[in-house]
């Protein structure tokens, strides 16, 4: 009896927590026009220049007036690091802690994730403390505490596994990202593959991230010749570059602010000219009011114009008012004509609303089976709404098997398009630009979330990159960066990624524990990874952690040629090897394996009579390239060393023919 009366008395102390933290959040948020002033030239808006020195004073007056929201805004100023203020984990830490105290989820939430991580050891890493913070911001509405739980029931991050808890954290995130894609419009470009630090000579980032010093970097200067590019065509009146411009403009792109005005002024210069996509963007500007009064008639008016010269998503807009009634009179089956040509044309929107029709049996025939092949082409495109679907579909069994699996990593990828991708975004920009260190605050914080790219390029910023925040006098006794490094890194590889298995290896290699480098190479062999399969095929070769066996050898780095015919040089140097291992240890089977006829007495026989000696184990074996010698009898000894010459220069010259 003892035990349920205790559970019943935390649950109560927690609710009672839960009031209390209510009610401060309530009263202890003191606005002022000095925190308002603050953000806005924190971030530059409202046309205020960006001032961060004078941003910090403001904020720090209204944090000592008692604002939390100042406080927390203060501690992601020392988190993020800006234009002239070093990032300092210490006192991000402090600020989220008074701002947690009077119940500011988004601090809350901040605290829970550093103290996963340890904040660079600015606190040392505290789970169920991370949890606790998590679990009362989740409670209190925050979206990313809600990603970081969601994130740690998939893969088991300091709770057990649990797929239907990681269902319900990850539905929730992606409703709020739905949510926020069906606000800012259905013709939001989507966002391309993330950068990945240290994918060759792109993921290099031309080299800045080791520790370049600050400027514009190669990202900006390249965004701003893409802009230069269209500007200069847009003025000599191509209307291709002016609708791309004015989509520039209208969605805060390649480092141009957001500015609807210009965006229209450049579609009206395209579509005088007859463009279909100046004139269907014409007819989004007035769908949605933006830079002109809103009005249903004309953006259909202009709609009907642009399909009628072939534009998709004319063709998709237009079925979007027909199916709902905007500025016409509602016909399902016109919808349905129109949204069935642009989703041929390939246009995910189109898909999409197509795949909505059929699922909601609005104006066809309903059909989940068609409605789930329209979401799953539109998802291959990443439109978010639609893997949203997919995941509901998957989720409830409709149209295919129930599966959480299924669905929970649909979720997951919906929620993964939220605000924190564009975040990752200015991330690699940060890099191009020489500020390591504040960028890799963000893959820190992305990374709590279960970005894999994240995790896997903090890992690569603290082996690689300058980060004056972390030089080793500053670190406290125990913390360094590798240790930082490792803890992204097994991240990464739980969510697969071969290559952080790889790293992970290399790291166990080096500090001579063969076993758990082995055990990280297989796992990056089984997903194709090509150093990974040579790796494996080495430690075979020796017998470092794995059984020695030198026909595995050869089979794992004939596999890494396979997948990386540009590795040849290597794998031959390796095979080449192997070859003379295999040809000491190994004659009479070398010479069959290159087909030469063997004696049936005399040579046989007296290798019959004299067998070799067992090979010796993992444990006598000296290093990943050594073997042993075999000794034979001394009537054999001069013919045995002939022999082995011979089966060297025979296997050296058929590799070099097959590599």
């Given at each position: 009896m003892l035990f349920p009366m205790s559970e019943r008395l935390c649950k109560l102390l927690v609710f009672l927590c839960f009031v209390i933290l209510s009610w401060?959040?309530?009263?202890?948020?003191?606005?002022?026009?000095?925190?308002?002033?603050?953000?806005?030239?924190?971030?530059?808006?409202?046309?205020?220049?960006?001032?961060?020195?004078?941003?910090?004073?403001?904020?720090?007056?209204?944090?000592d007036a008692g604002n939390d929201e100042a406080m927390f805004a203060l501690g992601q100023l020392y988190e993020f690091g800006a234009d002239g203020l070093e990032v300092s984990m210490e006192s991000a830490v402090r600020l989220y802690n008074e701002s947690a105290r009077v119940g500011n989820s988004d601090a809350q939430a901040a605290l829970g994730m550093l103290h996963a991580n340890g904040a660079r050891c600015a606190v040392s890493p505290d789970t169920p403390l991370s949890l606790l913070y998590l679990a009362f911001a989740a409670e209190s509405g925050s979206v990313d505490a809600e990603h970081a739980l969601a994130y740690r029931y998939l893969h088991g991050v300091g709770v057990p596994r649990h797929c239907a808890k990681a269902l319900y954290r990850f539905e929730r995130v992606a409703r709020h990202v739905v949510a926020d894609w069906e606000r800012d419009g259905l013709s939001v470009p989507l966002t391309g593959e993330l950068?990945?630090?240290?994918?060759?000579?792109?993921?290099?980032?031309d080299g800045s991230a080791a520790g370049g010093s600050a400027g514009n970097g190669a990202g900006s200067s390249h965004a701003s010749d893409v802009v230069q590019y269209y500007e200069?065509?847009?003025?000599?009146g191509e209307a291709q570059a002016q609708v791309t411009l004015g989509t520039l403009y209208l969605h805060g792109a390649y480092g141009l602010a957001r500015d609807r005005r210009r965006a229209f002024g450049y579609f009206q210069a395209a579509a005088a000219q007859g463009d279909a996509g100046g004139i269907a963007q014409l007819g989004t500007m007035y769908a949605r009011g933006w830079a002109t009064e809103q009005d249903n008639a004309t953006a259909l008016e202009h709609y009907r114009r642009a399909a009628e010269r072939g534009h998709a998503g004319a063709h998709s807009q237009l079925g979007y008012m027909l199916r709902h009634g905007y500025g016409v009179s509602r016909s399902a089956a016109e919808a349905a004509r129109h949204l069935k040509i642009a989703a041929d044309q390939g246009h995910p929107d189109g898909q999409l609303q197509l795949g909505s029709l059929y699922f909601h049996g609005d104006g066809v025939k309903q059909d989940y089976g068609k409605a789930l092949q329209y979401f799953t082409i539109a998802g291959q495109q990443g439109q978010p709404v639609a893997l949203y679907n997919l995941a509901q579909l998957h989720q409830h069994g409709l149209g295919v098997p129930s599966s959480c699996a299924a669905a929970v990593q649909l979720y997951k990828r919906v929620a993964e398009r939220g605000p924190w991708r564009s975040r990752l975004d200015d991330a690699a920009q940060l890099v191009r630009q020489g500020h390591a260190d504040r960028a890799l605050a963000v893959y820190e914080r992305a990374a709590e979330l279960g970005f894999e790219v994240a995790q896997s390029n903090a890992a690569w910023l603290l082996e690689h990159a300058s980060l004056p925040s972390l030089h080793p006098?500053?670190?406290?006794?125990?913390?360094?960066?590798?240790?930082?490094?490792?803890?992204?890194?097994?991240?990464?590889?739980?969510?697969?990624?071969?290559?952080?298995?790889?790293?992970?290896?290399?790291?166990?290699?080096?500090?001579?524990?063969?076993?758990r480098a082995a055990a990280h190479y297989e796992q990056a062999a089984e997903l194709r990874h090509p150093q990974a399969m040579f790796n494996v095929g080495l430690l075979h070769q020796s017998g470092h952690g794995l059984p020695r066996d030198l026909f595995l050898a050869k089979r794992f780095l004939d596999l890494s040629k396979g997948v990386n015919p540009d590795g040849w040089l290597a794998v031959g140097l390796a095979l080449g090897w192997l070859g003379v291992q295999f040809a000491v240890e190994h004659p009479l089977e070398a010479l069959s394996w290159l087909g030469v006829p063997l004696p049936k007495n005399g040579l046989l026989a007296a290798q019959q009579q004299h067998p070799m000696p067992p090979v010796p184990s993992s444990s006598s074996v000296?290093?990943?390239?050594?073997?042993?010698?075999l000794l034979l009898n001394s009537d054999m000894a001069v013919i045995g060393a002939l022999l082995a010459l011979l089966l060297v220069l025979l296997l050296l010259r058929r590799v070099m023919l097959t590599v």
């Open positions: 401060t959040e309530n009263v202890a948020k003191p606005k002022s026009e000095e925190f308002d002033l603050a953000i806005q030239l924190r971030s530059g808006m409202n046309g205020k220049p960006v001032d961060v020195a004078k941003a910090v004073t403001l904020l720090q007056e209204s944090a950068v990945r630090l240290g994918d060759g000579p792109s993921g290099l980032l200069f065509h847009a003025e000599a006098s500053l670190l406290p006794s125990g913390c360094s960066r590798s240790s930082l490094a490792l803890h992204q890194l097994r991240q990464s590889a739980e969510q697969r990624n071969a290559a952080s298995h790889v790293r992970l290896g290399d790291h166990y290699y080096a500090d001579g524990d063969w076993g000296g290093g990943p390239w050594s073997g042993t010698l």
